[in-house]
C-alpha cells in the first residue's frame, strides 16, 4: 500500500469530523483510538509524528513490549482494548491509560491491586450487544450487577461501555446495536461509549460513540 499513514490518518480524521459535523456534535466528543495490534512500532511513530497520541493494543504482552520500546513518547497515551487473562493483567495495569474490555469480575480485582498507589484507571465494561455466542462481553442484563460489584473497588474508574457488535453491511442493524449500548450507558449513567471500527465508526459516531477504535483504515490489513 503506497499512501502513508500520515495520509491515513488524515482522511479517517476527516471523516471522524464529517461524522460529526453530521450528528451535530463537536470533534472533540470523539476521541480517535488508533489500533496497533500486529502492527510495527515504526508505523506507531509515524502516526505519533502525525499527532496522534492513542493506541489501541488486544494483547497483553504487545502492549508491555511497545511500550517499553516507545517509552520516550511523551504524552502517548495506551488503550488495552482485548480481553485479558487474570495472569496477564501485571503487563498493561501500570502501562495503560484505558481498559476497554472489562467483563470479569475476578479481572476487575486484579487490577484494581495492581493499580494500588497510582491514578485510578479508567475502564469501559464490555457489553455483548450483538447477542453472538461465542464474543466477550457481558449479557446486557448483567450489566447492573456488574458495575456495582467493580464500582466497590478501588483503583479502577469506571467511565463507559464498550462494545464490537459483529461487523455488518445492514445499517440498521449496525446502528441498533451501538444504540442499545447508548441506552444501556444511559441508565447507568456513564458518560463514555467506546464503539465503531474501520467497518462501522461514522455510525457509532452517529449514534453516540466517544471513542472510536480504528486499526484497518489506519495501518492497513492485518496478516
Ligand atoms: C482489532 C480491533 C479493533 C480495530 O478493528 P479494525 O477493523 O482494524 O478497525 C477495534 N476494537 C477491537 C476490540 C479490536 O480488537
Redo the contacts with the bound molecule.
Keep these: 500500500m503506497s499512501t502513508s499513514v500520515a495520509e491515513r490518518l488524515a482522511a479517517v480524521r476527516r471523516r471522524v469530523e464529517e461524522a460529526c459535523a453530521r450528528a451535530g456534535r463537536p470533534v472533540e466528543s470523539v476521541t480517535l483510538?488508533a489500533?496497533s495490534?500486529l502492527k510495527p512500532a515504526a508505523l506507531i511513530r509515524e502516526a505519533y509524528a502525525a499527532g496522534q497520541r492513542d493506541f489501541?493494543e488486544?494483547y497483553a504482552q504487545e502492549l508491555r513490549d511497545k511500550a517499553a520500546e516507545l517509552a520516550e513518547l511523551e504524552g502517548l497515551r495506551w488503550h488495552a482494548?482485548?480481553p485479558l487473562q487474570t495472569n496477564k493483567v501485571k503487563y498493561v495495569a501500570r502501562v495503560a491509560s484505558a481498559f476497554?474490555?472489562l467483563d470479569r469480575v475476578e479481572v476487575a480485582r486484579e487490577l484494581s491491586k495492581r493499580r494500588e498507589g497510582a491514578p485510578p484507571l479508567p475502564c469501559y465494561a464490555e457489553v455483548n450487544v450483538g447477542g453472538e455466542a461465542t464474543k466477550s462481553g457481558l449479557e446486557p442484563a448483567a450489566v447492573g450487577d456488574f458495575l456495582a460489584r467493580v464500582r466497590e473497588l478501588p483503583g479502577l474508574r469506571l467511565v463507559g461501555l464498550?462494545s464490537?457488535p459483529p461487523?455488518t453491511d445492514d445499517e440498521a442493524l449496525a446502528r441498533g446495536a451501538f444504540r442499545t449500548l447508548r441506552e444501556l450507558a444511559a441508565r447507568h449513567g456513564l458518560p463514555e461509549l467506546?464503539m465503531?471500527?474501520?467497518?462501522d465508526?461514522e455510525l457509532a459516531i452517529a449514534e453516540g460513540a466517544t471513542v472510536v477504535?480504528?486499526?484497518?483504515?489506519?495501518?492497513g490489513?492485518?496478516a
Excluded: C, E, Q, Y
Design positions: 483510538v489500533v495490534k489501541g488486544n482494548i482485548g476497554h474490555a464498550m464490537l461487523p467506546s465503531g471500527t474501520t467497518h465508526f477504535r480504528v486499526g484497518t483504515a489506519l495501518f490489513d492485518r
